[in-house]
């Protein structure tokens, strides 16, 4: 299985800056999703992230203000654009690996806007 | 609109005992479902896949069914410890978008001694 290291873990930010959020995984992979938990709610897809193309984004989410990177097949950066208080949340990467519709999952990033 | 529906209410059982996890779904004709552990300040971990054509699934202590008639799945942990203590979600195929999942709010299952 796979093994997804996310940056940072925790992070207070003020409001109208811009955080970017990073996912390593230690072996290469096609696919990586970035999804929010909001506090007592389910996951929620933001995007899929695939090599070597740009980003699909799920209805509610759009690129210029969650950007996000795909340089190779084992790194990833979500980015939090002009952030409000209302993006309070924790961010979660993960991976499927194999096509075996398994999901792998970082840490998270919990991230609170003042 | 796709809805996934796990009981919002914390399940408390005693050590020893079978815990029983509900998920349902609405507007979906899923080609799989899925089970993850989920524990504070941590991510998502797979415990259990289910196809459509797959009646029940077992792992150790654990046993998932799938009723595509009753668009349900029920998820057991027989036996349960303290240490099942996290929350469990549900989680289907979404159909936009390849590999990725749509989740369950979770159901929270605290085992006392």
């Known amino acids: 299985s796979a093994v997804i290291s996310q940056k940072p873990s925790r992070d207070i930010c003020q409001r109208g800056t811009s955080l970017t959020i990073q996912c390593q995984v230690d072996?290469?992979?096609?696919?990586m999703f970035w999804y929010r938990q909001q506090p007592g709610q389910s996951l929620t897809l933001i995007a899929t992230a695939n090599q070597g193309s740009e980003a699909t984004y799920e209805s509610g989410f759009v690129i210029d203000k969650f950007p996000i990177s795909r340089p190779n097949l084992t790194f990833s950066t979500l980015t939090v654009s002009n952030m409000s208080p209302e993006d309070s949340s924790i961010y979660l990467c993960?991976?499927?690996?194999?096509?075996?519709?398994?999901?792998?999952f970082g840490a998270g990033t919990r991230l609170s806007v003042l | 609109s796709q809805k996934i529906e796990q009981n919002s209410e914390a399940l408390n059982i005693q050590e020893g005992k079978t815990a029983t996890l509900t998920c349902n779904y609405t507007n979906y004709s899923p080609a799989y479902l899925q089970w993850y552990r989920q524990d504070p300040g941590r991510g998502p971990v797979f415990l259990l896949l289910?196809?459509?054509?797959?009646k029940e699934k077992r792992k150790e202590r654990l046993k998932v069914t799938f009723d595509t008639t009753l668009k349900q799945s029920l998820f057991h942990i027989t036996a349960s410890q303290p240490a099942d203590s996290a929350t469990y979600l549900c989680a289907l195929d979404n159909s936009n978008s390849g590999y990725a999942l749509n989740f369950g709010k979770g159901t929270s299952l605290l085992v006392t001694p």
């Open positions: 289910i196809r459509e054509n797959e």
């Open positions: 993960s991976v499927e690996q194999g096509h075996k519709n398994i999901q792998y």
């Open positions: 072996s290469q992979v096609t696919m």
